[in-house]
């Protein structure tokens, strides 16, 4: 019987929902916790009343009784990057008009002073937590309830804002689609400032009473040292993820090898999604494994779309079809929907999954939905019942590691170079993170370029996934007659001067 008022956390009172380190939480404790923070963070009032309260947290039993108890206060969610800058830190916490901030006492240090210049209250988990739940507001699904980051077309990230409904519905679908059950075990070492680790692993497990195994970041041994022991029934990660655990079998020992893979066959679930499987991937994944992945679409605005079947044929290089109570549409050039199978178009969905709005931005909010239906900017393809995706309609979106990045956000850092005139990003082909990220740069006239030390200092601007990892220093960049850069032309140029 679900002992919580809360469907968000469904297991039985003395059931583990959390593992993190040697300390295990259960859902009794953590939704007491969630509770008492409630309180704290309402502090005598009846509502947040959709204040943005950010956090700063680890993957932690802090971050989930932070997150369901802002959630249960009526405010909105801000989960931040923990490997943020501060220059990024600086737009989220603007953008969002975030009123308070939760961070571990050791992050104090660091983000006080961009606390204290944006006159927000920096807090410690513990000092919000009521020693006593107190009566906690009604919340209606059409309220809004989290704000993520999301790169896209513009240089700064959007905050994309989901309300309970949306959550429910982008949790549920899953539930229901890949058979969870509170005997699921699953690891999570995914970032928990994206919807793929919050929703379709934390959420995902704590609405069905699962068990869920925090790591503070991937680290393949540690993982594969659990998998042997057959610690997990489900594991979901990014192709990124899939391709370093092949690479850290490979240097395994034969015997120890041979029981990880044992652990990965024995589950009853692998899921691979953000960006896409490639076929050899999942080749050589169901080869080692004897598992047969299961490719999934989605997108922070949206959770999930398309998923192959939990049962049934799941095909290599497809995302399969679309999940239930989601409603997709390719469209043509022509704004028309496409009829004909085989026909490539924009993905367009609809459905009680698909987010509210852009955070203070109902200009993007507008333009990136047509006749109600959201505009993906993913171009797809039917091909016998099973959705191929195709790539993005946008040559400046780039996906490394399963993150989203944009090319625009990462010249406008780079831009900031003394060295750098111009500056052009763009993603390359890699095997290892799907997409590596490029720069070309014109140097300033007088100034000294040097790459090492342009990545270098670019890591002060940007998280380690913004980073680009190769400089090329080219005289001028190619545009066309509207002086606009044609970066295809740096693609072709790439490949000509790698060859
Ligand atoms: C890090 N490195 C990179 C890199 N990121 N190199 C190239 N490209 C990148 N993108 C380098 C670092 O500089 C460092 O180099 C080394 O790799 C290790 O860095 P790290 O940060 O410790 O890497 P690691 O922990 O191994 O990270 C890899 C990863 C991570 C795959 C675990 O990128 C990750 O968690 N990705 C998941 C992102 C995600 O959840 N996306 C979902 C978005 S939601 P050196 O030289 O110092 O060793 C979404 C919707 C949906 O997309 O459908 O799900
Ligand atoms: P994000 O904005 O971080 O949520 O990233 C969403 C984007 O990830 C989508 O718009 C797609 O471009 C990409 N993506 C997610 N899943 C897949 C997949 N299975 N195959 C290809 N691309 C994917």
Same mark, same amino acid.
């Given at each position: ?10 297991? *039985? ?25 409630? #309180? ?85 988990? *513990? ?32 905050? +994309? ?96 090898? %041979? ?122 393809? =039917? ?20 993150? %989203? ?26 095997? #290892?993170?799907?997409?590596?990220? =490029? ?10 370029? *040097? ?33 606009? +850069?044609?970066?295809?032309?740096? %693609? ?8």
């Amino acid at each position: 019987m679900p002992t919580d008022r809360f469907p968000l956390l469904q297991g *039985d009172n003395d059931r583990i929902a959390l593992i993190d380190g040697e300390r295990r939480v259960t859902y009794g404790a953590l939704s007491g916790l969630a509770d008492r923070l409630a #309180t704290g963070l309402l502090d005598g009032m009846e509502d947040l009343a959709e204040e943005r309260i950010a956090f700063f947290l680890p993957a932690s039993p802090d971050y989930v009784a932070v997150m369901h108890g802002v959630w249960r206060a009526g405010g909105i969610a801000v989960p931040l990057n923990v490997g943020a800058t501060i220059a990024e830190l600086d737009h989220y916490l603007r953008c969002a008009r975030v009123t308070r901030l939760v961070a571990q006492a050791k992050h104090h240090a660091m983000l006080g002073a961009l606390c204290a210049q944006l006159g927000i209250r920096l807090l410690q988990p *513990d000092e919000l937590m009521a020693d006593a739940a107190g009566v906690l507001p009604d919340i209606a699904d059409s309220r809004r309830a989290m704000m993520v980051f999301t790169s896209g077309t513009t240089s700064k990230p959007k905050g +994309v804002v989901t309300t309970h409904g949306n959550i429910r519905a982008q949790i549920t679908v899953l539930l229901e689609a890949w058979g969870w059950s509170d005997s699921d075990r699953i690891p999570l070492f995914l970032p928990l400032h994206h919807v793929h680790g919050i929703i379709n692993v934390l959420s995902c497990a704590l609405w069905a009473g699962a068990t869920v195994h925090l790591f503070p970041r991937f680290d393949a041994a540690a993982i594969c040292n659990n998998v042997a022991a057959g610690d997990y029934s489900v594991f979901m990660a990014v192709p990124t993820i899939y391709v370093k655990l092949l690479d850290h079998l490979e240097r395994l020992e034969g015997a120890e090898a %041979k029981r990880v893979c044992d652990g990965f066959a024995a589950m009853r679930l692998n899921v691979s999604g953000s960006a896409a499987c490639p076929v050899p991937l999942f080749e050589q994944w169901q080869a080692r494994t004897g598992q047969i992945l299961l490719e999934r679409y989605g997108m922070t605005e949206i959770g999930m779309a398309l998923s192959n079947p939990y049962l049934g044929e799941r095909r290599a290089g497809h995302v399969g079809q679309p999940l239930p109570g989601v409603e997709v549409r390719l469209y043509g050039e022509d704004e028309q929907p496409i009829t004909e199978a085989g026909q490539p178009g924009e993905i367009r969905i609809k459905g009680p999954n698909v987010f509210l709005e852009y955070w203070d931005n109902a200009e993007a909010t507008v333009k990136s939905f047509r006749d109600g239906w959201f505009c993906t900017g993913d171009m797809a393809v =039917v091909e016998e019942g099973s959705y191929r995706i195709m790539g993005r309609t946008s040559i400046d979106i780039i996906k490394s590691g399963g993150y %989203k990045l944009s090319a625009l956000e990462i010249e406008a850092a780079l831009l900031a170079h003394p060295a750098v005139a111009e500056v052009a990003v763009i993603g390359v082909e890699d095997a #290892t993170w799907g997409e590596k990220i =490029v720069a070309f740069v014109v140097p300033r006239p007088g100034r000294k370029a *040097d790459a090492e030390e342009i990545i270098d200092w670019s890591a002060g601007q940007l998280s380690i996934y913004k980073i680009p990892r190769l400089i090329h220093f080219v005289d001028s960049l190619p545009r066309n007659a509207m002086g606009k +850069v044609t970066k295809p032309d740096l %693609k072709a140029l790439l490949s000509t001067t790698s060859a």
